[in-house]
């Protein structure tokens, strides 16, 4: 991010002891501090419903940031003046007479940016835009954040979002998905528009496939009342899967402006084909995970969870087979994959470019044809293209070798450290950028195409396909790209 002036503003930091802000948030304003990237007269008020003093709020609060900074990173005189910067107060988020508080605090800097970010649950932001509204502390220089995902469904969104536009405009609003601040969604753009290399060859007549994968080895980490509501589908497809396909195949917007991207990356959504009626096992599977081994460790199954409902429909995997009815993509299909306690953590977009048209070399290697270009969000954050080229030795004749161009972040560039994604996000929230935000049509387009999903499934009255943890996923998931005579990159 370099040494960039930044905006001063006044943060408050809604459910500041909650898990997304104790985990996320607060170390992510510690390492801006660090980077001199806090202006030196803003201001951050935590806010969460727990009764405490000044000095013991930020005692907590200061060993809450060096628990989760690494210890090489851990800057005594950097925390101080973070804490210096910092106020506490207890707020009832339904109670009105807390906000009147939260005016005062304010005071006549109106002129002042306000960034007022709910790290809450999305039942509640309606609530609280509804008690700021009566504040009138939320000029035009107020920025709500709000987290992904808005709702659990279509209807649930537009509540949500009519609320908000009540006492927000649009251009105030910053709707969060994470995957955005990483360093390689956003080296998307510039991959895919700053090289003719790649921009020439984006498109059906070159690209056989594409694949979608955001892995994660964990399972519920004592959040199962939430995770059974939500399921996979809602958790992590309708959000974090459809804004990294939207920008692999969203067409070249007009300038680099906020919503030149997110009007390209409507038009994606909006040409996905439905997936709805009786669907078939080649278009979507959905699965849970039973007992099993994660890094040579046993784990139990989703349904002996802490908390669990034993009977339970809910989906902690799900694989799709996408199609986007334009143009550009029309024929290739786009594999998306999540799921809960699979072998490793890892999200990545890989490209599989199409054979050249012609064969010449061992037929044995003919497996080997064709080209991908791997994008990997975590861990490793870099991108590799995996080329074929001669076998040396004078043995080999015209053996091929199958290789990587690789451009790994850490390494190509000398950080010690990749900024965290809600570094990136919480920065520019500052700066009142919008581009790496998600528009309103965004969030309900994306909702339209899940819910007709979960429709169809819960006519199909079938229950998940079950996966042992520390597998990739049900047989179901390899069969619905083997039938298309694919497999998974890991399968290669």
């Known amino acids: 991010m ?19 802000a104790t985990r996320k948030l607060l170390p992510a304003f510690y390492h801006l501090e660090r980077a001199g990237l806090l202006h030196p007269q803003t201001r951050i008020l935590l806010l969460a419903r727990e009764p405490m003093a000044a000095e013991p709020a930020r005692q907590r609060f200061a060993e809450l940031i060096n628990s989760r900074v690494m210890p090489a990173e851990q800057d005594e005189a950097c925390l101080a003046k973070l804490m210096a910067r910092i106020a506490y107060s207890p707020l009832d988020f339904a109670a009105a007479e807390g ?29 609280i835009a509804d008690q700021l509204g009566r504040t009138g502390i939320c000029g035009p220089s107020a920025r709500v954040v709000v987290e992904k995902p808005v709702g659990h469904d279509f209807a649930s969104s537009c509540e949500i979002n ?43 007549d070159h690209i056989s496939h594409v694949e979608i994968t955001v892995a994660e080895s964990v399972g519920i980490e004592g959040r199962w009342g939430y995770f059974d509501q939500a399921g996979q589908m809602r958790d992590m497809v309708q959000s974090h899967l459809l804004q990294l396909l939207c920008l692999i195949a969203m067409d070249p917007p007009a300038d680099l402006s906020a919503d030149s991207i997110r009007d390209e990356k409507v038009k994606v959504l909006r040409a996905l084909k439905p997936i709805a009626g009786d669907v078939p096992n080649d278009q979507l599977v959905m699965g ?57 953590k890892v999200s990545q977009i890989i490209i599989h470019f199409k054979p050249a048209p012609h064969y010449i070399f061992d037929p044995d290697q003919r497996h080997l044809a064709g080209n991908r270009l791997i994008i990997r969000l975590q861990p490793d954050e870099g991108m590799a293209l995996q080329i074929l080229t001669k076998e040396q030795g004078l043995d080999q004749g015209f053996r091929l070798r199958q290789g990587p161009l690789e451009l790994t972040f850490a390494e190509a560039f000398d950080q010690t450290r990749v900024p965290d994604a809600y570094e990136r996000l ?35 009255a079938e229950p998940p396909k079950r996966y042992a943890a520390g597998t990739w996923g049900p047989v179901a998931s390899v069969a619905m790209v083997a039938r298309d005579g694919r497999s998974w990159h890991e399968d290669n």
């Open 2 to 20: 370099g040494n960039q002036s930044s905006t001063c503003c006044d943060i408050m930091l809604f459910g500041a002891l909650g898990n997304l």
């Open 99 to 127: 906000y009147r508080a939260l005016a005062g605090w304010r005071g006549e800097s109106t002129e002042r940016p306000l960034v007022l970010y709910l790290a809450t649950p999305p039942s509640v932001y309606g609530v």
């Open 162 to 204: 009519d609320r908000l536009a009540a006492v927000f405009e649009e251009r105030q609003v910053f709707r969060m998905d994470h995957y955005l601040g990483k360093e390689t969604v956003q080296n998307l753009i510039a991959l895919r528009f700053a090289n003719n290399l790649f921009a020439s060859q984006w498109n059906q």
């Open 288 to 344: 849970q995970y039973t007992a099993g081994s994660v890094a040579g460790q046993p784990v139990p199954g989703y349904l002996e969870e802490a908390g669990a409902n034993p009977q339970s429909l809910t989906e902690t995997f799900v694989s799709i087979k996408a199609e986007i009815l334009n143009w550009r993509w029309a024929g290739v299909p786009f594999y998306l994959r999540t799921g809960k306690r699979l072998p490793e």
């Open 426 to 460: 919480l920065w520019e929230v500052i700066q009142g950028n919008q581009y790496l935000f998600v528009r309103r049509d965004e969030v309900e387009y994306a909702w339209r195409w899940v819910d007709q999903i979960l429709a169809a499934v819960a006519r199909r």
